[in-house]
T-cell receptor
Framework: KNEVEQSPQNLTAQEGEFITINCSYSVGISALHWLQQHPGGGIVSLFMLSSGKKKHGRLIATINIQEKHSSLHITASHPRDSAVYIC??????????FGTGTSLTVIP | DAGVIQSPRHEVTEMGQEVTLRCKPISGHDYLFWYRQTMMRGLELLIYFNNNVPIDDSGMPEDRFSAKMPNASFSTLKIQPSEPRDSAVYFC????????????FGPGTRLTVL
């Protein structure tokens, strides 16, 4: 059973477009992470959220605790943003669950 | 800062052989995580340590898998005996403060069991 749902699974965008990736989870969480996995396989942690909103450069992450939903936004997308974006949640009791990832391709 | 270091980067072995994966976390980080990634199952948490003590190993698939952290700068993940279904990329990550803080990932070890 997958505790974390991501959408869309695949996304293709033109350079410059605004991109949104969604993540939903089933019960209350301790924290939510957004990860970026590059085509070469390396994983980078983008954000860790427990409430509200965080911004780093062109990336914005929001979380709505009541609706059990988080979004990752990319403004002015660029081909170098092409990667797989993974949502991960940590539930009380220390269980981690991962979404299946969203594969993003930004076309020049 | 060298980041999280994993070795080897690639390992090819035959079914039944023992495999040992190694990880050096970032200095000062008190949490260490072992993950496995496959096409079928995506990323999965296998086990994590806090201050060298295993906290949650419920993700370890079976008794063939074991992990140790003898000191703050070194951890191993061992598979004995290995099976073809163990083929995956194994990532190590570390973080500081709490288990929910930002994690820094190593480059991964790609394991192929023939």
């Amino acid at each position: 059973k997958n505790e974390v749902e991501q959408s869309p699974q695949n996304l293709t965008a033109q350079e410059g477009e605004f991109i949104t990736i969604n993540c939903s989870y089933s019960v209350g969480i301790s924290a939510l992470h957004w990860l970026q996995q590059h085509p070469g396989g390396g994983i980078v942690s983008l954000f860790m959220l427990s409430s509200g909103k965080k911004k780093h450069g062109r990336l914005i992450a929001t979380i709505n605790i009541q609706e059990k939903h988080s979004s990752l936004h990319i403004t002015a997308s660029h081909p170098r943003d092409s990667a797989v974006y993974i949502c991960a949640v940590r539930y009380p009791g220390n269980q981690f669950y991962f979404g299946t990832g969203t594969s993003l391709t930004v076309i020049p | 800062d060298a980041g999280v270091i994993q070795s080897p980067r690639h390992e090819v072995t035959e079914m039944g052989q023992e495999v040992t994966l190694r990880c050096k976390p970032i200095s000062g980080h008190d949490y260490l995580f072992w993950y496995r990634q496959t096409m079928m199952r995506g990323l999965e948490l296998l086990i994590y340590f806090n201050n060298n003590v295993p906290i949650d190993d419920s993700g370890m698939p079976e008794d063939r898998f074991s992990a140790k952290m003898p000191n703050a700068s070194f951890s191993t993940l061992k598979i004995q005996p290995s099976e073809p279904r163990d083929s995956a990329v194994y990532f190590c990550a570390s973080s500081r403060g709490t288990g929910s803080n930002e994690q820094f990932f190593g480059p991964g070890t790609r394991l192929t069991v023939l």
